[in-house]
T-cell receptor
Framework: NAGVTQTPKFQVLKTGQSMTLQCAQDMNHEYMSWYRQDPGMGLRLIHYSVGAGITDQGEVPNGYNVSRSTTEDFPLRLLSAAPSQTSVYFC?????????????FGSGTQLSVL | DAKTTQPNSMESNEEEPVHLPCNHSTISGTDYIHWYRQLPSQGPEYVIHGLTSNVNNRMASLAIAEDRKSSTLILHRATLRDAAVYYCILRDVWKAAGNKLTFGGGTRVLVKP
């Protein structure tokens, strides 16, 4: 049981480049989400999904796109990378709950935009 | 959303208990109290959660004040592996759709050998 798997672990981009951060979970979780963490700060929610085909914006969605075509995968796309998107990105998943479910996080992708 | 307040940092000696306070004076009756921790260079890890009653699991205990305006995470015997940032987070039952957690700054715990 791998849990939540994120790839790549590290990535360096130039301003204006695009890329996709991958997230996969093998726990059949309905809920998935993406967070970013800037140095010395807590995590902030970018986008989330409550099931295949359903996504919604979080606190800091600008500059990011998501889609959820399967239960297992929830990729995060940067269409035109900017230095302000330099951060560590975490994907999380959980069962459907009403506030008492626990989230499982991936190990993160460290992204640098030059 | 109700806000939580935690000390920026705490120190403990190895094998001694650690009591991490969290104030949430504006908590609503439908807010669960969650704790996560983040070890260096890792993603957050679930620790414990509760609603009204004290809770215990293999990692920690959660003591909730009778008026629910504060809570304390208790690590019974700190080890070097417990050095991490600990986040106290409220989750409203009615706003919980999706993995929406609001992280504050957390408490950085240093464990001294």
């Amino acid at each position: 049981n791998a849990g939540v798997t994120q790839t790549p672990k590290f990535q360096v981009l130039k301003t204006g480049q695009s890329m996709t951060l991958q997230c996969a979970q093998d726990m059949n979780h309905e809920y998935m989400s993406w967070y970013r963490q800037d140095p010395g700060m807590g995590l902030r929610l970018i986008h989330y999904s409550v099931g295949a085909g359903i996504t919604d914006q979080g606190e800091v969605p600008n500059g990011y796109n998501v889609s959820r075509s399967t239960t297992e995968d929830f990729p995060l796309r940067l269409l035109s990378a900017a230095p302000s998107q330099t951060s560590v990105y975490f994907c999380a998943s959980s069962y459907r709950g009403r506030g008492n479910e626990k989230l499982f996080f991936g190990s993160g992708t460290q992204l640098s935009v030059l | 959303d109700a806000k939580t307040t935690q000390p920026n940092s705490m120190e403990s000696n190895e094998e001694e208990p650690v009591h991490l306070p969290c104030n949430h004076s504006t908590i609503s009756g439908t807010d669960y109290i969650h704790w996560y921790r983040q070890l260096p260079s890792q993603g957050p890890e679930y620790v414990i959660h509760g609603l009204t009653s004290n809770v215990n699991n293999r990692m920690a205990s959660l003591a909730i004040a009778e008026d629910r305006k504060s809570s304390t995470l208790i690590l019974h015997r700190a080890t070097l592996r417990d050095a991490a940032v600990y986040y106290c987070i409220l989750r409203d039952v009615w706003k919980a759709a999706g993995n929406k957690l609001t992280f504050g700054g957390g408490t950085r715990v240093l464990v001294k050998p």
